[in-house]
């Protein structure tokens, strides 16, 4: 009975002609490799012409069973195995190769290689369709050179027999599959020793850990360790394998390809089906991290010990005891350290074990307050602090209490704060004694502040009286009304009326200085507009910038700048401010700014001059108390030092600031920053 017809694709067909015969190369490179691997080094050079015609063949054969077949290799009847390429190929190989006098275990092995061979070369093609239909096309056709072997080897003709081994080599070669498969895959190193102590294999995860490289399954690697000894165990393998225990299992830091590992190293014997000894499996599970962990848990507790024994505060573990039915009985003390033995005098042999109920008497102060805060840290909550009397030792404590671990488990920290508590109550002490002192300054102060107030209200008219009749008469005498006067008698009453008028100026600046810091300063807002007001100013001051030959400009951002406030008082700021500016200025301009701001709610006012600036120094001060303003470049006369102090305090006053920048050489820029409405209006 003939098989059915199978459909070819000469596609396919074409795609393996064109990978085998490019291929050759490659493949003998790989099983040449193979046969150093196996031992079988000195069958390279004499048969190496031998093993190029065997995969001439092996790709003729495979050419042609699939040009018989139409790329589909499946058995379907007694007459595929009779006449089928590859079972004759199978069985022409396994008479040459004993007509050659070669082991036919060799050739058997060696077909498993040529196997894996054929399907990697497969496996390089570029589209994964065609990679995957050939693969699979080779394996099916190296089953059936295996069955031609087994057919010769056994002397089986038979197609029962024939089937039978068919299966149970598939069967055993999907068993080493599988087995290569989880050897490869396992992410632990994993080396295979023979008897002899030498290593057989290593996976791929041993590679790269140790840098060494081994035959295993369908990788293979360039640098091989096969036939030496596994250096990092050598001394452990011989040992292991003198004795007579099946396993052993140890950890051992070794050094890797990346630098020292800490590993579990097992080893175990592996025995055939007969129990045979045939060598032994190096597993080694790296636990280096978790060693890691191990050690610095041992540093910390290490630390932990050095710092409970050493620590100058009391210290003690606890334990909640409970009821069979889960209900708190006591807390027990589960360590002390020596400070706490030093501290209660209690021996560590006399606390441990014990509750605390046991260990303070009843009615004791530290124990009732110890069971409120323990009963509320085993309740949630993570730490508890407080100070207590402690009655037999005679000490203040400051108690903590806060979780320690799991299973109601807790510590408290006893500090001994005694001296603190005896210094604070003398510092109370002192506090009170000064607080009385100072309060008694104060008062003392704020009367000797009224009498001054009193004094200076009581001479206000007192000192402008004679003043106003001194800069009065120097008037009349200046202006000839008492009869002529010559030219030095002039100048000496214009120095008299000068210095009475600038006398007059600081008495008015004390006296109101004087209203501001006591308060008797009312603010009397009114309507008005803001640059008419400047305006008035500047048309006071020109005469002193005319003198100097000064630019008095003002910018307005409108012609219109309505204010509700004291218009006296900021009359006063801006006199204040653009004297100040001419006194300072020796070339340049002064230059007067008003800025209404976006919201309607704030206006600035601005005094900018190009004078000689004030030192950063100075800047500090500016504002004080007869403070004076030095030149960088010319000193000149200055007055008693109020004005700008004024100016601040009545701009507070207004419920706006008055602040300054200033550059040595360059200048200085006054900004007045006003309410527009006072809260008064």
């Keep these: 009975m003939m098989a059915e017809s199978v459909p070819r694709s000469p596609l396919l067909f074409d795609v393996l002609e064109n990978l085998l015969g490019n291929g050759e190369d ?76 070669i082991p036919l275990s060799m050739f058997y092995s060696f077909m498993k290689y040529y196997a894996q061979s054929y399907r990697d070369l497969c496996e390089t093609l570029e589209d994964p369709d065609q990679a995957a239909a050939c693969a699979h096309l080779t394996r099916r056709f190296f089953d059936r050179v295996e069955i031609g072997f087994a057919s010769e080897w056994a002397g089986l003709g038979e197609q029962e027999a024939v089937i039978e081994l068919q299966d149970r080599t598939r069967a055993l070669t999907d068993e080493k599959i599988r087995y290569l498969t989880i050897y490869e895959s396992l992410n632990v190193p994993v080396v295979l020793v023979r008897e002899d102590g030498m290593v057989e294999n290593i996976n791929e995860a041993a590679a790269t850990a140790f840098g060494m490289t081994g035959v295993t399954g369908s990788a293979y690697y360039s640098h091989v360790a096969v036939g030496e000894p596994f250096a990092p165990l050598e001394g452990d393998i011989s040992e292991f394998l003198a004795g007579e225990e099946n396993e052993r299992e140890f950890e051992r830091p070794i050094e890797t390809f990346t630098g020292s590992r800490y590993y579990i190293v097992r080893l175990k014997r592996m025995l055939d089906v007969s129990g045979k000894f045939r060598g032994l499996t190096v597993v080694l599970s790296d636990v280096t991290d978790r060693k890691r962990v191990e050690d610095d848990a041992l540093q910390s507790r290490a630390e932990y010990r050095a710092l409970f024994e050493n620590t100058v505060d009391a210290f003690a573990q606890h334990a909640a005891r409970f009821s069979a039915a889960g209900e708190l009985l006591d807390y027990e003390f589960t360590e002390v350290n020596p400070a706490f033995e030093e501290l209660f005098g209690l021996c560590s042999e006399d606390v441990v074990g014990k509750s605390v109920s046991e260990i303070w008497p009843p009615g004791n102060a530290l ?91 009581s001479m206000s008219h007192e000192l402008r009286t004679p003043l106003n009749s001194v800069i009065g008469f120097s008037g009349i005498l ?18 008299i009326r000068e210095s009475g008028e600038r006398l007059l100026g600081l008495v008015n600046d004390v006296l109101d200085l004087s209203r501001i810091e006591s308060g008797r300063v009312e603010v009397s807002a009114e309507e008005f507009d803001l640059v008419s007001l400047v305006a008035s100013m500047v048309t006071t001051v020109e005469p002193m910038a005319e003198q100097k030959s000064l630019e008095l400009r003002i910018d307005a951002a409108a012609p219109i700048v309505p204010m509700w406030t004291d218009r006296e008082k900021v009359a006063q700021i801006v006199l204040n401010l653009l004297s100040n500016a001419i006194k300072y200025t020796t070339e340049g301009s002064v230059r007067v700014g008003v800025q209404p701001s976006r919201d309607g709610v704030y206006t600035s006012l601005t005094v900018e001059d190009t004078g000689c600036g004030i030192p ?66």
């Excluded at 691997?37 to 054969?61: D, H, M, N, V």
């Excluded at 000839?480 to 120095?495: F, H, S, T, W, Y």
């Design 478 to 495: 200046s202006q000839g009304m008492a009869g002529p006067l010559n030219d030095e008698q002039l100048k000496q009453v214009a120095i």
């Design 26 to 101: 490659w493949l003998m490179r790989r099983i040449l490799v193979y046969a150093k691997e196996l031992g079988y080094a000195k069958y390279t050079s004499t048969f190496e012409e031998a093993w190029r015609l065997s995969i001439q063949g092996l790709s003729s054969s495979l050419l042609e069973a699939a040009r018989v077949s139409g790329c589909d290799l499946e058995i379907r009847c007694e007459e595929d195995v009779a006449g089928d390429p590859a079972v004759g190929f199978g069985v022409h190989e396994a008479r040459l190769h004993r007509s050659r006098g």
């Design 616 to 681: 950063p120094e100075d800047i500090d001060g500016l504002f004080d108390r007869f403070s004076s303003v030095r030149g960088m470049v010319r000193r000149v006369e200055d007055g008693a030092g109020l004005g700008l102090s004024i100016s601040r305090r009545l701009a507070t006053l207004l419920g706006g600031t008055l602040s300054v920048e200033s550059t040595p050489g360059e200048g200085s820029l006054f900004t007045l920053y006003l309410p527009v409405r006072h809260a008064d209006a």
């Design 367 to 457: 124990k009732l307050k110890l069971l409120d805060s323990y009963a509320a840290v085993t309740s949630g909550e993570a730490s508890m602090t407080y100070e207590v009397w402690s009655e037999p030792i005679g000490k203040w404590l400051r108690v903590t209490s806060f979780h320690a671990g799991a299973d109601g488990r807790f510590a408290t920290v006893f500090r001994d704060v005694t001296m603190q508590k005896e210094t604070e109550r003398a510092l109370e002490v002192l506090v009170d004694e000064r607080t009385t002192e100072l309060t008694s300054s104060l008062e003392e102060l704020a009367e000797a502040n009224r009498v001054k107030d009193d004094f200076l209200a």
